[in-house]
């Protein structure tokens, strides 16, 4: 049962995420140290640089709590919390979390300017398309066994799971459609 | 599939917020940014302290110095056109930065007209130093607002003022009725809508970033709580005596802007802080944040 959000707040868009769980009426706060974990039933990662918000992971001593949080609890990234969540390769001034089996390519389809929005399927809501938000977004080149696609985008995933964490590749707290939230969080009461 | 659009190009300014943008003037220095947890860097070949103190005309950046940082980093790469100067834009858009500042510390190239930054689609960030002024830049497409202060000053005194009017004058928005407001979008000589909305939503249209004079982790703090959501150091680490240390210093007391304690760390051990001047010592004709119509 989702009682309070964590909203990881190192860097990024993490007040447009608080913004959506207020208008849906979820408990949630901002979690700027690792103790804040604690009271915390889904913590969400945020689009943002996600190089930055690797840095400030390691530095604030936040890998071990997140981890230790995963093995119970449920985490939500989106871009760059994305990238965190994956399995890709450390490299200089990254290091993903490796929670979810899959690997991403980071800023895949290139700089700012190739950055677009689109209609995605999602395959849990066939009643409207959603207005998927893509900047400098990453693309997921690998998928481990036991992940299930949540949502596509000209047949490419970008949302997915493994029946207890979810990422997407996109922005949904941009725009003011919730079904993402919803989906998340009633899947996680079930 | 949409590209270009005004979603699309808030939706890069809105990843940004919560850390710091630096400028940089080489590869080297764009590797220190982005080792420090730089969210972004400014390629420029003069940091503002230089240019203000070279005087001359300054001008768009060579783009092979842009091109060599794009290569070294993989945080977003943005640089600076004059105001008013839509060919350099164009060239900027060509190489592919991924924000165009169209910037005061540079020269203006025209004395009446801004850029039209609808027809771009990478985004712009413009400086403004009270609400009429934002969204007048708003309303010409810019995507971000950064709050101008005095570049190259090391002062944070003006970046203050700046932030501050801006923060007032929202907080006065909201408390207008529509016919007060109609007038108000006249004194601003900017559009109405934009009026309205920010009288609505209580906040710029656009994230809201601060620049010109942050030069230790308590300007950053400072300029963060009076409401700024990231920060541009611009002279403030490459014009220290330790750059590197400066650089994640500012950094980290940005991410946790309201903890004294965490700021007390980042403040020690610094050694020296760029000279900086005071706003008197600037002759009125040099004062760069006068640029902008």
Redesign the interface.
Known sequence: MVNRVGVLALQGNYNQHKRMLDVLGIKNILVQYPRELENCDLLIIPGGESTAISKQIERNDFRHSILNFAKTNSVFGTCAGMILLSSSEEVANLKPLSIMDFIVDRNAFGRQIDSFSGDLCLEFDNTDSFNGLFIRAPKISQLGKGIKILATYKKQPVMITDGRHFATTFHPEIGGDCRIYEYIIGKINE | ?????F??KV??A??????VIMDVTNAEQAQIA???????VMALERIPSDIRSDGGIARMSDPIMIKNIQKTV???VMAKCRIGHFAEAQIL?SL????IDESEVLTPADDNNHIYKHDF???FVCGARNLGEALRRIGEGAAMIRTKGEAGSGNIVEAVRHMRSIINEINIMSTLSQDQLMAQARDFQAPYFLVEQVAKIKKLPVPNFSAGGIATPADASLVMQLGAESVFVGSGIFKSEDPTSRAKAI??S???YR?ADKLAIASSGLKSAMKGLDISEIPKDQMLQERGW
């Open positions: 599939m949409e590209q270009g659009t979603e699309v939706g890069l809105e990843m940004l917020k919560g850390g982005e080792d420090a947890g730089a969210v972004a993989s945080i977003p858009e592919e930065v991924d924000f689609k990478i985004p950094v980290d940005v991410t946790h903890d």
